[in-house]
């Protein structure tokens, strides 16, 4: 499942950057999604899982923190893709505003 999981955060990351350096801004906008989807699945793959698991704790248990699950990535990670959206949907934006002004859609603005 290790090698499954590096491979799609791989997959995702060299998808990316490839996008990145096309010269399309559409295609630098879902360039820089894919990346933040790849860096998203690396934080929340490194909180740990912990399967067929109480969620809650009972109270006299020793508790050992190594068994259980962090939270804390989970709840970088939603909020990473709710800012994610946000700026997606900034960036189109701007993307439209920028093609009205120059008539095209390349990143320096002029067509090759």
Not at 50 to 69: E, K, M
Request: aromatic share 8%; no cysteine.
């Amino acid at each position: 499942m290790e090698l499954v999981l590096s491979l799609a955060i791989g997959v995702l990351m060299a998808s990316g950057v490839w996008l990145l350096l096309r010269p399309r801004t559409f295609q630098v906008v879902i360039g820089l999604s894919l990346i933040s989807y790849a860096v998203n699945l690396f934080i929340f793959a490194m909180g740990r899982l912990r399967i067929n698991a109480p969620p809650i704790l009972g109270s006299g248990v020793d508790v050992h923190p190594g068994q259980y699950t962090d939270p804390v990535p989970q709840a970088l990670v939603l909020t990473a893709i709710v800012i994610g959206f946000a700026m997606t949907a900034l960036f189109l934006v701007v993307l439209l505003a920028a093609r009205g002004f120059t008539g095209t859609d390349h990143v320096d603005g002029k067509e090759n």
